[in-house]
């Protein structure tokens, strides 16, 4: 039973790039978030979507981009990468019982 | 705007104490939901319970308990006789709708053999 699958779990990229964190899950939850873990800040939302076609910010959404074309899957895409974005990125999923169901996260550095 | 707030950063304990983390919230909703969520040092983020504003009943589960009182807007955590595998960062989270959750900063505690 997969649950939520992250990739990578790790990347190093220089400022300016951009990239795609993946987000797939198997429990055919309707919700979908993504956080980010700064050390002292716990964890701050990003982007939320609570189905196939339906995105919102959340508490921090600058510098990043979602999409949801199908229950399975939820990317994060960051634009142009800056180093402010260093971080540890997590992606959950909950049938709307307000249990989140983490990935392992995914380790980001910007050089 | 919801706030949560874990004033203590961080708690040492040596085992077999007991440790209360503290969690206070900020919400203008009268229907609010309440979480707790344990980060063990492997990183993986593991939900422990969840609290509706109207159920005010304390709840115990196994060493771990759990204290709502919605008079101080408090809803601590104790886990009592501690043991090393506590160890963690553990975070209180409040959400209005029982689905988009904010989270505190977490309080890491650690337990000394």
């Known amino acids: 039973n997969a649950g939520v699958t992250q990739t990578p779990k790790f990347q190093v990229l220089k400022t300016g790039q951009s990239m795609t964190l993946q987000c797939a899950q198997d429990m055919n939850h309707e919700y979908m978030s993504w956080y980010r873990q700064d050390p002292g800040m716990g964890l701050r939302l990003i982007h939320y979507s609570v189905g196939a076609g339906i995105t919102d910010q959340g508490e921090v959404p600058n510098g990043y981009n979602v999409s949801r074309s199908t229950t399975e899957d939820f990317p994060l895409r960051l634009l142009s990468a800056a180093p402010s974005q260093t971080s540890v990125y997590f992606c959950?999923?909950?049938?709307?019982?307000?249990?989140?169901?983490f990935g392992e996260g995914s380790r980001l550095t910007v050089l | 705007a919801q706030k949560v707030t874990q004033a203590q950063t961080e708690i040492s304990v040596v085992e077999k104490e007991d440790v209360t983390l503290d969690c206070v919230y900020e919400?203008?909703?009268?229907?609010?939901?309440l979480f707790w969520y344990k980060q063990p040092p492997s990183g993986e983020l593991v939900f422990l319970i969840r609290?509706?504003?109207?159920?005010?009943q304390n709840e115990i589960s196994g060493r771990y308990s759990w204290n709502f009182q919605k008079s101080t807007s408090s809803f601590n955590f104790t886990i009592t006789a501690s043991q090393v595998v506590d160890s963690a960062v553990y975070f209180c989270a409040l959400s209005e709708n029982d689905y988009k959750l904010s989270f505190g900063a977490g309080t890491t505690v650690t337990v000394r053999a």
């Open positions: 609290r509706n504003s109207f159920d005010e």
């Open positions: 919400t203008r909703d009268t229907t609010y939901y």
């Open positions: 959950a999923s909950s049938p709307f019982t307000g249990e989140l169901f």
